[in-house]
């Protein structure tokens, strides 16, 4: 599929205020996609909205910006529930909203932080667009992490992990949302191929992005200092589009992408037990059991 047939097609981006999000939101936009941009913040997101409207949707587009805050498992069902209504057929999913902390936080639910956010939250709004999706070309890429290979969910019971009893330090708990965002992109692919729904993940690059904006640890410290160096978040955006755009959605699901060129995620990734167990897990987690 080349951008311009992405014309007409309903996008939803999550954490689209900046970084890759933005940037993916921008493209979608500019190849004529009717574009919903989900931010936590309203300041940020009403100032994305305007960017991506001032560097030139296709005439047309439909370009629109959504609150919620996908740590807080009321707005993501509230957020669900206003798209739903609105968007009966979604085209492409893009669960790009992420955040990677310093210390241990917990969500209004008692999750660990991130977690919540970065696994919680795009698992249950997925789940609550389902219907939607497999009404429309039901497209997931959900953006994952080179770290994920420092994630491991195998090392205590997962409740214990994720109510960070099982704490080991703020890069493991963000390797292991992202090692969880991969697990659910492959069961996601399993469980949802006969409603026509293809899900991909990739590894975007390391890029300077916000990710690091809430980070305090010595190593956000480092990044920080070194975001000079690092390429754009649009590299990540380019990346995320070329899923986006795969010519062959029934054939390219289930796969894990660093940048633009598939590769093999961590052994555990493949792990069908553990990939199940985190599903149901997550059901019960999010009240969807």
Not at 168 to 196: P, V
């Amino acid at each position: 599929m080349v951008a311009s047939q992405l014309k007409g097609q309903i996008t939803v981006v999550t954490g689209a205020n900046s970084g890759v999000g933005l940037s993916v939101a921008g493209l979608l936009a500019r190849a004529g996609a009717d574009v919903t941009m989900v931010c936590r913040s309203p300041e940020r997101g009403e100032q994305a909205l305007a960017e991506v409207q001032r560097e030139g949707a296709v005439a047309g587009a439909d370009v629109r910006l959504e609150l919620a805050d996908l740590s807080r498992q009321a707005d993501v069902r509230s957020l669900a529930g206003r798209l739903a209504a609105r968007l009966p057929a979604i085209d492409i999913l893009v669960n790009n909203a992420g955040v990677w902390l310093h210390r241990r936080e917990t969500s209004p639910e008692g999750f660990e932080l991130m977690f919540a956010t970065n696994h919680l939250g795009p698992f249950l709004l997925t789940h609550r667009l389902l219907d939607a999706l497999a009404a429309g070309r039901g497209r997931i890429v959900n953006v994952s992490s080179h770290a994920h290979r420092y994630g491991d969910l195998r090392r205590a019971e997962l409740e214990t992990i994720v109510r960070s009893d099982a704490w080991r330090g703020s890069f493991k708990a963000y390797g292991d949302t992202k090692l969880a965002n991969i697990l659910f992109t492959f069961e996601s692919a399993r469980r949802w191929a006969d409603r026509g729904i293809t899900a991909d993940t990739l590894h975007p690059g390391t890029l300077a992005t916000g990710i690091v904006r809430r980070n305090r640890s010595a190593l956000g410290l480092l990044m920080r200092m070194t975001m000079s160096f690092l390429p754009r978040p649009g590299v990540g955006g380019e990346a995320v589009m070329r899923l986006v755009e795969d010519p062959a959605p029934n054939v390219v699901s289930g796969r894990y992408f660093k940048g633009r060129k598939e590769e093999r995620a961590d052994a555990q990734a493949y792990d069908a037990d553990l990939a199940r167990e985190l599903w149901d897990r997550s059901l019960a987690w999010t009240g969807e059991a």
